[in-house]
């Protein structure tokens, strides 16, 4: 930027366009980004159109499908008769009931899961040697099916609720153990050597350094063990028809009476809670995490639009 003295004591800018456009660009590169939170309802409604429009198009080749006869009325019932059985099902209770035993058990599961996959996962990070050694049972206990488990689980605790939780427990521990070390792996290297300058070691090393940096890619192994946890108890209930009420049971149900409505109906529910758990539970506590650390495109306060 150069100068140019007219008068004594004045001083007048002779700044070129160009430098002044880079001055304004560099300025605004420096101004905080300030971005409009649309209302909850609005939010919601973008978040929800796509996926009721995949809906109502499934259900659309669904009745093209029954329209057809593609398959026998007993194999392959209409939509408005599988509406039926559900709504049937909520009126006498048994969907509820349904749904609040597989989900109790789910949630019971699930939280047992946490404990043990953190206190291994913890074990493991710390560890390079049992890493090593255990790593690759983790990563195959991972890959191998769910339903595999319940015939063992069976032969040891009988036809009890026990039965229930280990299997949940062995479908959902390897991935949440496999999603808290592959979070800490994604840990800069900078953050622990300023853990190790502060005087963090052992134990307050991992829980004030490495859990904290490693949370946004443990999340990620967390809703990958809810999944196994859920998937695994269904296979349960699947073939333990006489450990109370549940979503397998009303599934199992529906194919021991071959009630093809009964079936769709019972797996629609087994998906739509799994859906709703998701959207209730894991993309908001993700949404919040990835916000606090600055990776959803936000500032943490919003300010308006000048």
């Known amino acids: ?9 004045t001083v007048r800018s002779t700044e070129t366009p160009s430098e002044s456009a880079l001055a304004a660009g560099l300025d605004a590169l420096e101004t905080p980004i300030s971005v409009d939170r649309p209302s909850f309802l609005r939010a919601t409604w973008r978040s929800a159109w796509p996926v009721l429009a995949a809906l109502v198009a499934i259900v659309v080749v669904w009745q093209v499908a029954y329209s057809l006869e593609l398959k026998p009325p007993y194999a392959l019932p209409s939509p408005s008769d599988v509406w039926q059985t559900l709504l049937n099902g909520i009126q006498d209770g048994s969907a509820w009931r349904a749904i609040r035993s597989s989900v109790e058990r789910a949630a019971v599961g699930f939280v047992m899961s946490v404990v043990v996959g953190v206190a291994i996962g913890v074990a493991l990070a710390a560890s390079p040697l049992l890493r090593r050694a255990f790593g690759p049972i983790i990563t195959g206990l991972q890959s191998l099916p769910s339903v595999a488990w319940v015939p063992a689980a069976i032969i040891w605790f009988g036809l009890t609720n026990a039965t229930m939780y280990a299997v949940v427990l062995l479908g959902a521990v390897p991935s949440i153990v496999n999603g808290l070390l592959a979070g800490t792996d994604q840990v800069p290297p900078l953050f622990l050597r300023v853990g190790q300058v502060l005087g963090a070691r052992g134990w307050t090393r991992i829980r004030y350094v490495l859990l904290p940096a490693a949370l946004p890619g443990f999340l990620g192994g967390l809703k990958q063990g809810w999944a196994f946890a859920w998937r695994s108890l269904m296979a349960a209930e699947l073939i333990t028809q006489t450990i109370g009420g549940g979503l397998g049971q009303l599934l199992d149900l ?51 639009r000048r």
Request: glycine share 8%.
């Open 1 to 9: 930027m150069a100068t140019d003295t007219h008068a004594p004591g």
């Open 254 to 304: 529906g194919r021991a009476t071959s009630d093809m409505s009964l079936v769709i109906a019972s797996i629609f529910l087994i998906f739509l809670v799994g859906i709703a758990i998701e959207l209730a539970v894991f993309a908001p506590l993700e949404r919040r995490v990835l916000h606090s650390r600055g990776l959803t495109g936000q500032t943490s306060s919003t300010k308006r």
